[in-house]
Nanobody, 123 residues
Framework: QVQLVESGGGLVQAGGSLRLSCAAS????????MGWFRQAPGKEREFVAT????????YYADSVKGRFTVSRDNAKNTVYLQMNSLKPEDTAVYYC????????????????WGQGTQVTVSS
């Protein structure tokens, strides 16, 4: 069982930055590929970024590539999402999730989810 708690969301102006954190419970954090997803009002949840459990390779949705950076600190059981050059269309609830797979970009690849943190980008 893994419990995930996101933090770092808030209100920011377009062009600004935020850093989301996701703290995981348990001693098996390094065994999971970690992902970030987001869900805007009236829209389906969508993939944002992932960092693999083995090599720490990263993969991003085209909409955030070059602006967002995902990283992990296995010693602190934490995964981060650095978000730069934010746009109003980035407004959403952001969720972190854990997957036992080597890679995952679909929500169905993930078995543990956090409660989400709201990110609002004003124009």
């Amino acid at each position: 069982q893994v419990q995930l708690v996101e933090s770092g969301g808030g209100l920011v102006q377009a062009g600004g930055s935020l850093r989301l954190s996701c703290a995981a419970s348990g001693r098996t954090f390094s065994r999971y590929t970690m992902g970030w997803f987001r869900q805007a009002p009236g829209k389906e949840r969508e993939f944002v970024a992932t960092i693999t459990k083995t090599s720490g390779s990263t993969y991003y949705a085209d909409s955030v590539k070059g602006r967002f950076t995902v990283s992990r600190d296995n010693a602190k059981n934490t995964v981060y999402l650095q978000m730069n050059s934010l746009k109003p269309e980035d407004t959403a609830v952001y969720y972190c999730a854990a997957s036992p797979l080597d890679f995952g970009s679909k929500s169905t690849d993930y078995i543990y989810w956090g409660q989400g943190t709201q990110v609002t980008v004003s124009s």
